[in-house]
C-alpha cells in the first residue's frame, strides 16, 4: 500500500507519464481511448473532470491529451469543470482493439461549429454499430465529441462479406439471364443491365 501511495504521489517527478499510465497497463481486451482538451483561454485554469460510466477516468488541463484503456460495451463519457454545474455526455459501444479520439472543449468555444450532435461523421465513416449505439446530452461548462475512431465500415466484423455481395450480384444476373432468355427484353437491354450489374461490385 505504501509502494501505491509513493508511485501516485511521485509519479509526476520520476515518471514522465501519469500513475494512471503507470498502472493502467493491461490492455488485453480493452479499447484505446483519447481525450484531447481544446487549448482555450475560457476557462482555461479549470480541469475537465472525465467519467465513464460513472467512473473518474480524467482530469485534463487546458490543451492536454490523456489516454485510457477500458473494457468492451456501451460507454457513457461524461464532462463537466470541477464546481461548476451540469455536464455533456456520450454514449456508444466500445469494441475491444479498436481505438477512440475524443474531443473536449467549452460549449463556448468555436470548435462546435463544425460537429453534429456531438459526432464527426456518424453516418458517413463509423461502423453501423458504434453508430447504432450513439447517443449524446449537452449541459454543464464543457462538451465532449467523438472526432476520430479506427472502427469504420470497412471493419470485417460490421461490412457484409464480400461473399455475400458476389452472391447477390451472380443472382441479378442469373435473373437478368432469365428474363433475355424468355424473351421479355431484348439484347440492348440485356447488355446494358449486365454491364451496371457488373459495374456495381
Known amino acids: 500500500m505504501k509502494k501505491l501511495l509513493a508511485l501516485l504521489l511521485l509519479s509526476p517527478l520520476v515518471y ?22 481544446k487549448k482555450a483561454f475560457l476557462y482555461s485554469g479549470l480541469k475537465v473532470r472525465v467519467r465513464a460510466n460513472e467512473k473518474l477516468v480524467a482530469k485534463v488541463g487546458n490543451g492536454k491529451t490523456e489516454k485510457f484503456y477500458i473494457s468492451e460495451g456501451l460507454t457513457t463519457f461524461a464532462v463537466s469543470g ?7 455526455t456520450i454514449t ?3 469494441k475491444a482493439g479498436e481505438t477512440y479520439k475524443l474531443a473536449v472543449a467549452s460549449r ?15 453516418g458517413l465513416i463509423w461502423s453501423s454499430a458504434l453508430e447504432a449505439s450513439f447517443q449524446s446530452t449537452e449541459g454543464g461548462t464543457f462538451g465532449i465529441a467523438l472526432i476520430e475512431t479506427s472502427e469504420t465500415e470497412s471493419s470485417p466484423i460490421t461490412k457484409p462479406g464480400s461473399n455475400a455481395i458476389k452472391k447477390n450480384i451472380e443472382e ?7 428474363l433475355y432468355d424468355r424473351g421479355l427484353i431484348d439484347e440492348d437491354v440485356y447488355k446494358e443491365m449486365q454491364k451496371e450489374l457488373l459495374l456495381s461490385k
Open 16 to 37: 514522465p507519464q501519469s500513475a494512471t499510465e503507470i498502472l493502467n497497463t493491461n490492455t488485453d481486451g480493452k479499447a484505446e481511448i483519447t481525450i484531447e482538451r
Open 172 to 178: 441479378e444476373l442469373e435473373k437478368l439471364k432469365d
Open 108 to 122: 463556448k468555444s468555436n470548435f462546435w461549429s463544425g460537429l453534429a450532435g456531438g459526432a464527426l461523421g456518424v
Open 92 to 94: 456508444f459501444r466500445v
Open 82 to 88: 470541477f464546481g461548476a454545474p451540469g455536464e455533456s
